[in-house]
Nanobody, 128 residues
Framework: QVQLLESGGGLVQAGGSLRLSCEAS????????MGWFRQVPGKEREFAAA????????FYTNSVKGRFTISRDNAKNTVFLQMNSLQPEDTAVYYC?????????????????????WGQGTQVTVSS
């Protein structure tokens, strides 16, 4: 079992930055691929970024590529999402997710049903 707790959301002006953190409990964190998803009311949860168990591979959706950076500290059981050049369309609830099932070699999953554990979410609001 993995329990996830996000923090770091808030209100920021367009062009600003935020750093989200997700702290995991349990001993399986280093064996889990981690992802960040986001959701706005009335829309499906969408993939933002993912990182492999070792941290050696990352993947981003096109809309955040070059602006967001996902990283992890396995010693601290924490994954981060550094968000720069934020825009109003980035406004959403951001969720941290963990996948501890075996994964295809070199592949990072981008659909929510591939992740087993979820945090409660943290609100990010970007004003124009």
């Amino acid at each position: 079992q993995v329990q996830l707790l996000e923090s770091g959301g808030g209100l920021v002006q367009a062009g600003g930055s935020l750093r989200l953190s997700c702290e995991a409990s349990g001993r399986t964190f280093s064996n889990a691929d981690m992802g960040w998803f986001r959701q706005v009311p009335g829309k499906e949860r969408e993939f933002a970024a993912a990182i492999s168990r070792s941290g050696g591979r990352t993947f981003y959706t096109n809309s955040v590529k070059g602006r967001f950076t996902i990283s992890r500290d396995n010693a601290k059981n924490t994954v981060f999402l550094q968000m720069n050049s934020l825009q109003p369309e980035d406004t959403a609830v951001y969720y941290c997710a963990a996948r501890s099932l075996p994964s295809a070699i070199g592949y990072l999953y981008t659909t929510s049903d591939e992740y087993q554990y979820w945090g409660q979410g943290t609100q990010v609001t970007v004003s124009s």
